[in-house]
């Protein structure tokens, strides 16, 4: 039945991209509670970005396969799982070793997607989908009628940010570069070029109350700037450091420096929340209630892509094989989407 073999993308150590190895074996057997997928869509996240230069926070020792998520069908089904998952199509997060023709996972942490959503549709709001869905409703808890400042609004997790918050009825400003303003305004964002304008100053133009959520992945200086635009009751949530991504040094630092200012911010009184949201938190206290929240949160973005509150935006598809020049298109800050992988 598996005559068709495995082939999976190894980062060696820290590489250009063009130093991704290919690699060939046997497709893996799902063991009792596990399903094998077939892999039809994989992408590139800012998490890869940051692995093969060794500074995301968590990652694994060198040499592992990469590969944040992943939409296919499951192929096969291990011993006390329902054989009729197989044939049906299903994403997964997992953090590392998406970035195969064939991957094995638990069958616990799959979720479906509904009929008529195309992998590579799915694929770009898997990680991105989760994020956005789990800090607007889960962390900020925006209501309607409430105003709320996206970095990054046309990027990866910022454009299914902006739609979701859109279609919770919350108003929306974004900072983007000038080429993308056309594209937020038809969205019904009101754009700010962080290249060109004072970005705090705009806002406060924009929202002289303050707003009522922030979300920063740039860290460093801007969550600093972010915390100082809130209102009273105001909610910041920091996901990531990409301002310090081509840096050298400490990995953990960048994020430890945070979460230090987060700590310290929710200690003053005045009403102010700060987060440091990492999609895997809970994960290690009880997976099945990590389990239970991803597939009811991923399910509602599945529901939105359906319903059309958000959009798929796919920057290229490319096969697996040329994953050095989609690594490559990902991290140019060319294209708008997500750039996603093909078997």
Avoid: C
Avoid at 254 to 265: A, E, Q
Avoid at 308 to 317: F, K, L, R
């Amino acid at each position: 039945m598996n005559a068709e073999g495995l082939v999976e993308v190894v980062l060696p150590g820290k590489v250009e991209p063009e130093g991704l190895e290919i690699r060939h074996g046997a497709v893996p057997v799902a063991g009792p509670g596990q399903v094998v997928i077939r892999m039809e869509a994989t992408g590139v996240s800012f998490a890869e970005q940051q692995m093969r230069r060794g500074r995301y926070y968590d990652q694994p020792p060198f040499p592992f396969v990469p590969g944040y998520d992943l939409v296919g069908m499951v192929l096969t089904t291990g011993q006390g799982v329902d054989p009729g998952l197989a044939g049906t199509r299903v994403a997964a997060l997992v953090k590392v070793g998406g970035w195969a023709s064939h991957v094995r996972v638990e069958a616990a942490d799959v979720v479906p997607v509904p009929d008529g959503i195309g992998a590579a549709e799915a694929e770009t709001v898997v990680v991105n989908g989760i994020t956005a869905w789990q800090m607007l409703h889960r962390k900020a808890r925006v209501r309607t009628g409430q105003t709320v400042l996206v970095h990054g609004a046309n990027g990866g997790v910022g454009s299914v940010l902006v739609q979701l918050a859109r279609a919770a009825g919350v108003k929306v400003i974004g900072t983007a570069s000038a080429r993308h303003h056309d594209a937020l305004r038809e969205r019904g964002v009101t754009p700010v070029d962080y290249r060109t304008e004072n970005v705090a100053a705009r806002v406060r133009e924009l929202a002289p109350g303050g707003v009522d959520a922030v979300f920063d992945h740039v860290g460093g200086r801007s969550a600093v700037d972010s915390w100082n635009l809130l209102a009273p009751g105001g909610t910041l949530v920091a996901y990531g450091s990409a301002s310090t991504r081509d840096d050298t040094g400490s990995k953990q630092g960048p994020v430890l420096k945070l979460l230090g200012r987060v700590w310290l911010w929710n200690t003053l009184p005045n009403g102010r929340r700060a987060y440091f949201f990492n999609v895997w938190a809970g994960r290690a206290l009880s997976k099945n209630r990590f389990r239970a929240r991803l597939r009811a949160d991923l399910t509602q973005v599945f529901t939105a892509l359906q319903r059309g509150d958000v959009t798929a935006q796919i920057a290229a598809q490319l096969p697996l094989t040329q994953v050095a020049e989609a690594l490559r298109l990902a991290e140019s800050g060319t294209v708008a989407g997500k750039v996603v992988l093909n078997p």
